[in-house]
């Protein structure tokens, strides 16, 4: 009996391990087709974002504004999401060169393209897509090759700066806060598509610009409600990896919270260092030098590693400069913060928490604002704060220093008017100079740029003047990444002058003027409209001015307020 009984135990035991694998097998196999028919779904809705981009941009049909180029998209969009066939990508673009029409453009290429005006040019996947057919992929090239020459609807040069792109024409749909899937689509075809014609930088955002569209349309696809909505917005408008990138109204607080704390702080090495409070919102725990570790029990490294993807910025120091929005808000009206006092106490205090907008007095909170235009330092050393110097100013500050043994020029903050940028080269040079280059959206053949002296034509091509005395002493420029844009600019002027040595860390990376475009929702999505260069054509986007010497802070310099590029920069002159 009970030789039976174990033998019918064993039996029954290779029975359910045999339906077990048989279930195994048929859900994993449901998983694999699942999984290829997501692959094929994201393989299909790429080349339609890229046909559909492609014909915006280029077809006289389409670009001329006659047809309601959204709508056919989200047709298409829908068609493919629902579909059933092998096909849909190819009755979707065939629909959309029959609604095209005949394109009846010459051949047009521009002549003597140098390497400059054409790497962000790219019409390689119409050939090396196997989606298509071949009766498909030849249309589409012909189009490629004989681009619409008159103003495009939906892409212009800029009536107020023709050196970036203007994009007039693009419905906001400004009541779909939360678009069904079609339209967030949508919003990303859209996106991907001005900066695939018309992005200077589009050859350096990191990684392929196809790689960014196959990972953003699933994530499109799946985003459920407002707050995965939003994360996938924030990716996306920081996918271009650009300081000057943003979406605007921004997005953060559906998913740090809109409440923030009262006081200041700098963030150094994931900590955040207290530098400027309200003592009356306050508790005598929080004041300036207190570095808090965490909030609600959650640390700032693993906030500033979860939100990293989220943050628009052209290098590590930006998106760190960009985290100061948000970092430390949340959801509800107090937080409860853990650090360390200066004198190594550690504290658990409650805040309470407000709605702020840094943005409002970003240069309050960063500290890019003193009361100091210029000062002479020990060992007739001058110093002066950039930001500071105008028209009416101007030569009060810089001919006192003519005879100084050197110049300190602070560039940690933002000159809002051109005087000293181009102005402050006439002391400096013994004759005008080019400064920089620049690429500016060809819109005879969209994705091409033309290469050429910045503010050609212009009176502000070159700086400085024929001078017989230029200054002679050394010259220093204070950087970190608080130095951006009209500032990185600057410091380029500056540098056609001999003898000078740049010194902090890393600027923003983020040179040029920034331009945009809509999306659905009546968001605005920010990205840089010209590409900057060195007169030699080296980059500084992502990049930044370049550093002669590297200095960085440390946690003990926020707390005690101590400047360590100006105590190199005396160092280096030999003030000490």
């Not at 840089?528 to 946690?555: A, F, K, M, N, W």
């Amino acid at each position: 009996m009970i030789s039976i009984l174990h033998y019918l135990l064993i039996a029954m035991r290779i029975i359910i391990t045999i339906i077990c694998f048989f279930v195994y097998g048929f859900f994993s196999l449901i998983s694999l087709n699942l999984k290829a028919q997501h692959k094929n779904q994201t393989a299909a809705l790429n080349v339609l974002c890229k046909s559909w981009g492609l014909l915006k941009y280029y077809h006289p049909g389409i670009a001329t504004g006659k047809q309601n180029w959204d709508s056919v998209l989200v047709s298409s969009i829908d068609q493919v999401l629902r579909s059933r066939t092998n096909d849909p990508l190819n009755m979707e673009v065939q629909k959309m060169l029959s609604i095209a029409g005949k394109n009846n453009e010459p051949e047009y290429f521009p002549k003597a393209q140098e390497a400059m005006n054409l790497r962000n040019l790219d019409h390689n996947w119409i050939w090396q897509n196997k989606g298509l057919n071949r009766l498909h992929k030849e249309a589409l090239t012909f189009i490629s090759k004989h681009p619409y020459q008159g103003l495009n609807h939906y892409a212009q040069p800029n009536p107020d700066n023709d050196s970036t792109v203007y994009t007039p024409n693009e419905k906001p749909y400004a009541e779909m806060k939360f678009p069904d899937v079609s339209y967030r689509l949508l919003g990303l075809f859209r996106f991907w598509n001005v900066i695939q014609y018309f992005y200077p930088y589009k050859y350096a955002v990191g990684k392929p610009w196809n790689e960014v569209l196959n990972e953003l349309i699933p994530e499109m696809i799946s985003a459920k409600d407002t707050l995965s909505y939003h994360k996938t917005l924030a990716k996306m408008a920081a996918s271009i990896n650009d300081s000057h990138g943003g979406l605007w109204p921004q997005v953060f607080d559906t998913f740090t919270g809109k409440y923030s704390p009262a006081f200041d702080f700098r963030i150094i090495d994931h900590v955040a260092v207290v530098t400027r409070t309200d003592a009356a919102g306050q508790p005598s725990q929080i004041r300036p030098g207190s570095v808090i570790e965490a909030i609600d029990g959650s640390s700032l490294k693993k906030r500033i590693e979860d939100y990293w993807a989220y943050v628009p910025a052209s290098n590590s120091g930006g998106k760190l400069k960009s985290m100061h929005y948000f970092v430390l808000n949340s959801k509800k009206k107090t937080a409860l913060l853990s650090g360390y006092q200066p004198d190594g106490s550690r504290f658990n205090v409650e805040v309470n928490l407000k709605k702020r907008e840094i943005l409002k007095d970003y240069k309050d909170f960063f500290e890019m604002e003193s009361p100091v235009k210029y000062k002479m330092l020990s060992d007739n050393i001058g110093y002066v704060f950039f930001s500071n110097i105008n028209r009416n100013n101007l030569d009060s500050i810089m001919s006192p220093l003519k005879h100084t043994k050197a110049i300190i020029f602070d560039m940690r903050n933002y000159p809002v008017n051109g005087a000293g940028t181009y102005l402050v080269p006439q002391y400096l040079l013994k004759e005008p100079k080019i400064y920089s280059m620049l690429t500016r959206p060809d819109f005879s053949l969209p994705g091409t740029f033309k290469y050429e002296v910045a503010n050609k034509g212009t009176t502000y091509s070159q700086v400085g003047k024929l001078n017989p005395e230029p200054y002679k002493g050394k010259i220093v420029l204070l950087v970190d990444s608080r130095t951006q844009s009209a500032a990185e600019w600057a410091c380029m002027t500056l540098k056609t002058a001999a003898n000078v040595t740049v010194i902090g860390n890393q600027t923003a990376g983020a040179d040029g003027n920034v331009t945009r475009t809509i999306l659905p929702g009546g968001y605005r999505v920010n990205f840089s409209g010209l590409g900057i260069y060195y007169p030699d054509g080296s980059e500084t986007q992502r990049l930044g001015i370049h550093v002669d010497i590297p200095v960085s802070y440390s946690i003990s310099d926020i707390i005690h307020n101590r400047d360590p590029l100006l105590k190199k920069a005396l160092e280096f002159i030999g003030g000490l």
